[in-house]
């Protein structure tokens, strides 16, 4: 095919696309190129002020967020009321994931640190998928099992050398590898 024909039909990544920022996510990584078409017809894009809640803990979780510009604070609150800030996420990282197949509250708050734009997966979302393209939804969601066990493992680790570093016994039996 002549070169121009190809430029003229080739939708193209560009660093400003949509379908260039989730296919540089680890989730979406292995996408196709069709499946990756899908995904950005599926999300739903959302612009935030400074300091606006995405959500707060307790919630009822309904799904992910990536954040495109910006950045959120991930935050549980003491019995007290007292915040205890657990991660500051920039662009490029994905928060609430856990609650993209399984319902459950959220274990934490999230809020903007300044003027951000997230990109939002539902289950509701993935479910419609599942029925209408069920292979596209089963890479997606194959990406997320990916992602989330590499999450564990590293979490097994650092739990292991936390207890080895405070002098714990560490043994299969109490920590699983």
């Avoid at 560009?14 to 196709?32: G, N, R, T, V």
């Avoid at 002020?49 to 495109?68: C, H, K, L, Q, V």
């Avoid at 609430?96 to 903007?112: I, K």
């Avoid at 939804?137 to 979490?155: F, K, M, N, P, Y």
């Amino acid at each position: 095919m002549d070169p121009l024909w190809i430029n003229i039909f080739r939708k193209k990544l560009d660093d400003e696309s949509l379908a260039y920022f989730l296919k540089h996510l680890p989730i979406f990584s292995e996408l196709s190129p069709r499946a990756l078409s899908t995904l950005e017809n599926l999300v739903h894009v959302r612009n935030y002020e400074a300091n606006e809640t995405i959500f707060e803990e307790g919630d009822p979780g309904s799904g992910m967020y990536m954040i495109r510009s910006g950045s959120v604070q991930i935050y549980a609150c003491d019995q007290s009321g007292a915040e205890d800030e657990l991660a500051r996420l920039i662009p490029g990282d994905f928060f609430g994931e856990t609650t993209l197949t399984a319902p459950a509250p959220r274990s934490a708050s999230a809020r903007t640190m300044e003027s951000t734009e997230l990109v939002g997966l539902f289950r509701a979302d993935i479910l419609e998928l599942a029925e209408r393209k069920p292979s596209v939804s089963s890479s997606i969601l194959l990406g997320l099992t990916r992602v989330v066990s590499e999450r564990l493992q590293a979490a097994s680790q650092e739990i292991r050398r936390l207890r080895i570093q405070a002098g714990e016994r560490v043994s299969p039996g109490n920590i699983e590898t």
